[in-house]
């Protein structure tokens, strides 16, 4: 086989490839033959299927294999001899023979991985949050864990904001029922923010018994484009009327925290834990985002577009899954724009291709005994953390997802001892995204 390389652009190559036609054929012959010793067919005893017959039964998908595995074999130790980095997977194209050719010829298009020079971040500023958690926010987090655990008892009175109310609705249009717009016992806790504005304020000061009717308009943004921008008539009925009633902060409210004595400072101890968990979690995100960043920046390059077009197809994937999981499509095939995630994909491929280069360059390989704290922290916001060391350690993709997250924590803290890290104060509410 003789092989020429042609350079189309920075990244892309073509490898020219000609394949003996007579080898191929010998191949191709050897291997009929042993499939006539062991081919069944109607009328014929095993191994005893005529030649020929085997020939126009089996050839073209013998041939096939032959030359796939030539072309195979040969790019293999073509990419090796030029010491080429293939990106993806070749393109095989035939090219036309030239007169009463002896070979067959091939171009086996493909690209390369770019070179990756990671650029000078000594002079890149990272901001780093810093968060207390005090006995204000443990306060703040016991409330909202008791309105999580609210319970309603009628009260005989008008609807208020904060009201868990129970209603019968029909609404029309032009006089005509649209669908989703009746509904009989249906209960909503006014102020949430679970249904429009005006449909809410329309039921606050109504008493149980009551009816009324009203027009509400929707917006024109509405995901019911056939109800987007129409004014609409509603006929309601307020059949109960019942006020939040919020648990006491005693033991028996411990207790359902998981705090099995009830005893009150310790609940108070473990919520501020696991909120000084979560912060931790928060900072090191948004810290692992800059820094990332910061990167990306400072690192310019052209990617492969093979790389951008398989990242594309594993986020289509995954987020089909998702989609499925959360049973908001049906099942089988979901066709998702792959423009949705273009960017998503350029960004990752030039994150892992950047990250890989320093991981090689600056050894930042996870140790072992750095997957095996990160595991421990994990299983630490788990009931029995023994349990949870077990399932890690038990399959070794589950653990490759943790030996990922090291690599990237080395990461982080090699860009973080040569660029310049600035503190900066962050309210506790900002940081959990409670504003």
């Given amino acids: 086989m003789e092989t020429t390389t042609e350079n189309s652009s920075s990244l892309q190559r073509t490898l020219?490839?000609?394949?003996?036609?007579?080898?191929?054929?010998?191949?191709?012959?050897?291997?009929?033959?042993?499939?006539?010793?062991?081919?069944?067919?109607d009328g014929f005893r095993p191994g005893k299927?005529?030649?020929?017959?085997?020939?126009q039964q089996y050839s073209?998908?013998?041939?096939?294999?032959?030359?796939?595995?030539?072309?195979?074999?040969?790019?293999?130790?073509?990419?090796?001899?030029?010491?080429?980095?293939?990106?993806g997977y070749p393109r095989i194209e035939a090219r036309p023979a030239e007169g009463e050719s002896k070979e067959l010829h091939v171009a086996a298009n493909f690209e390369v991985y770019p070179d990756v020079v990671v650029g000078?971040?000594?002079?890149?500023?990272?901001?780093?949050?810093?968060?207390?958690?005090?006995?204000?926010?443990?306060?703040?987090?016991?409330?909202?864990?008791?309105?999580?655990r609210v319970n309603y008892a009628p009260a005989e009175r008008q609807a208020a904001t904060g009201d868990q109310v129970e209603i019968d609705y029909r609404g029309t249009l032009n006089g005509e029922e649209f669908q989703g717009g009746q509904a009989h016992g249906y209960k909503l806790v006014l102020g949430e923010g679970h249904t429009l504005k005006d449909f809410e304020g329309a039921i606050l000061g109504m008493t149980a018994g009551e009816s009324k009717?009203?027009?509400?308009?929707?917006?024109?943004?509405y995901h019911a484009k056939e109800l987007a921008g129409k004014t609409v008539t509603f006929a309601v009925t307020l059949n109960q009327v019942a006020e939040p009633k919020l648990p006491e902060v005693d033991a028996d409210f411990a207790k359902s925290l998981g705090v099995a004595d009830g005893n009150l400072e310790t609940m108070r101890s473990e919520i501020k834990a696991n909120l000084e968990r979560e912060v931790k979690k928060r900072i090191?995100?948004?810290?692992?985002?800059?820094?990332?960043?910061?990167?990306?920046?400072?690192?310019?390059?052209?990617?492969?577009?093979?790389?951008?077009?398989?990242?594309?197809?594993?986020?289509?994937?995954?987020?089909?899954?998702?989609?499925?999981?959360?049973?908001?499509?049906?099942?089988?095939?979901?066709s998702l724009p792959a423009n949705l995630f273009e960017d998503q994909a350029r960004r990752r491929v030039s994150l892992?291709?950047?990250?890989?280069?320093?991981?090689?360059?600056?050894?930042?390989?996870?140790?072992?005994?750095?997957?095996?704290?990160?595991?421990n922290e994990l299983a630490q916001s788990y009931e029995q953390p023994d349990q949870?060391?077990?399932?890690?350690?038990?399959?070794?993709?589950?653990?490759?997802?943790?030996?990922?997250?090291?690599?990237?924590?080395?990461?982080?803290?090699?860009?973080?001892?040569?660029?310049?890290?600035?503190?900066?104060?962050?309210a506790f509410d900002e940081l959990m995204g409670n504003n």
């Avoid at 299927?49 to 020939?55: H, N, R």
């Avoid at 013998?62 to 001899?81: I, S, T, W």
């Avoid at 009717?213 to 943004?221: A, G, I, M």
């Fill in 213 to 221: 009717s009203f027009e509400l308009t929707f917006p024109e943004d």
């Fill in 16 to 41: 020219n490839l000609a394949v003996s036609l007579a080898n191929m054929e010998a191949e191709v012959g050897n291997r009929l033959k042993r499939v006539a010793r062991t081919v069944k067919m």
């Fill in 60 to 87: 073209g998908q013998v041939r096939q294999e032959v030359l796939g595995e030539a072309v195979q074999k040969n790019f293999a130790e073509a990419v090796r001899a030029q010491n080429l980095k293939v990106a």
């Fill in 120 to 148: 000078d971040i000594s002079g890149v500023a990272i901001d780093r949050p810093q968060t207390v958690v005090g006995d204000a926010e443990v306060d703040k987090t016991i409330e909202i864990l008791r309105k999580q």
């Fill in 284 to 334: 090191d995100g948004r810290v692992k985002e800059r820094v990332m960043q910061a990167l990306l920046d400072a690192t310019p390059f052209e990617q492969p577009r093979s790389l951008i077009e398989m990242e594309i197809d594993h986020l289509r994937q995954q987020a089909g899954e998702d989609l499925r999981a959360r049973g908001l499509t049906a099942s089988g095939d979901i």
């Fill in 388 to 426: 949870v060391l077990a399932w890690y350690y038990g399959e070794p993709n589950r653990l490759a997802t943790v030996e990922s997250l090291v690599i990237e924590d080395n990461v982080v803290k090699w860009v973080l001892e040569r660029a310049k890290v600035v503190e900066v104060t962050s």
């Fill in 49 to 55: 299927v005529p030649m020929k017959i085997v020939e």
């Fill in 352 to 375: 892992g291709l950047i990250m890989s280069e320093l991981v090689n360059a600056h050894q930042l390989q996870a140790k072992p005994e750095q997957v095996r704290e990160r595991v």
